[in-house]
């Protein structure tokens, strides 16, 4: 069974200053991994996804993900922030190959971007 | 594409009653969705998987019985709660795969229910 781990429950930063979000997992099979964003009172949107190929992701927003399979590390950076990338963020994995498996969650982390 | 949508976004209800969530993908088929429920500040938990045609497959812990959900067709996935309690208080989502092959490891995920049992 697949596991998330997202260590910082929260991460202040101020505007314009770059922001590293991370993200471990644990499975003894291949791994799809997801972020995904969620502003208040809303759903989830994915920022981005890893199935294969190139380690390093871009997604939405300016976002961009790193899959390390040694550290089994998916963390999620950005450049410089902005106001509005204030959400809760989530990193999710599910188990790779053919057929479609369910999404395990980490327990989130809140983005906090001051000015 | 790939927009979910849930109806309704917010209810209250009084405890002993049932409410009907509604999940529909939009513009896209999707013979698999899944139903998650979001406590305050927490993460997602999947409460049940459900399949167009047939039974739904729920998760440890989850009461069928308390959290009815028909798959009816492959735009609509219906969750019901029975007899809520304030204890369901809770926010719920629901999320779709896509049958189309270039999308086939995505779901995609509904606006969400913020249910409230008084």
């Known amino acids: 069974a697949q596991s998330v781990t997202q260590l910082d429950s929260q991460v202040p930063v101020f505007e314009e200053a770059p922001v590293e979000l991370r993200c471990n997992y644990s499975?003894?099979?291949?791994?799809?991994l997801f972020w995904y964003v969620q502003y208040p009172n809303q759903g989830l949107q994915l920022l981005l996804k890893?199935?294969?190929?190139?380690?390093l992701v871009k997604g939405i927003n300016g976002f961009e993900a790193e899959f390390n399979k040694s550290q089994t590390s998916f963390h999620l950076r950005k450049p410089s922030v902005h106001i509005s990338d204030t959400a809760e963020y989530f990193c999710?994995?599910?188990?790779?190959?053919?057929?479609?498996?369910?999404?395990?969650f980490g327990t989130g982390t809140r983005l906090l971007v001051s000015p | 594409g790939a927009v979910v949508s849930q109806h309704p976004s917010w209810v209250i209800c009084k405890s002993g009653t049932s409410v009907k969530i509604e999940c529909r993908s939009l513009?896209?088929?999707?013979?698999?969705m899944f139903w998650y429920r979001q406590f305050p500040k927490q993460s997602l938990m999947l409460m049940a998987t459900?399949?167009?045609?047939?039974?739904?497959?729920?998760e440890q812990g989850v009461e069928k019985d308390k959290f009815l959900i028909n798959h009816a067709s492959l735009t609509l996935s219906t969750l019901t709660v029975t007899s809520a309690h304030p204890e369901d208080s809770s926010f719920y989502i629901c999320?779709?795969?896509?049958?189309?092959?270039?999308?086939?490891?995505?779901?995609?995920f509904g606006p969400g229910t913020r249910l409230t049992v008084t």
């Open positions: 499975s003894s099979v291949s791994v799809y």
């Open positions: 890893y199935l294969s190929g190139s380690t």
């Open positions: 999710a994995v599910s188990e790779g190959g053919v057929g479609f498996q369910k999404l395990v």
């Open positions: 459900s399949n167009e045609g047939s039974k739904a497959t729920y």
């Open positions: 999320s779709a795969r896509d049958l189309a092959g270039g999308r086939r490891n995505e779901q995609y």
């Open positions: 513009d896209f088929q999707a013979t698999t």
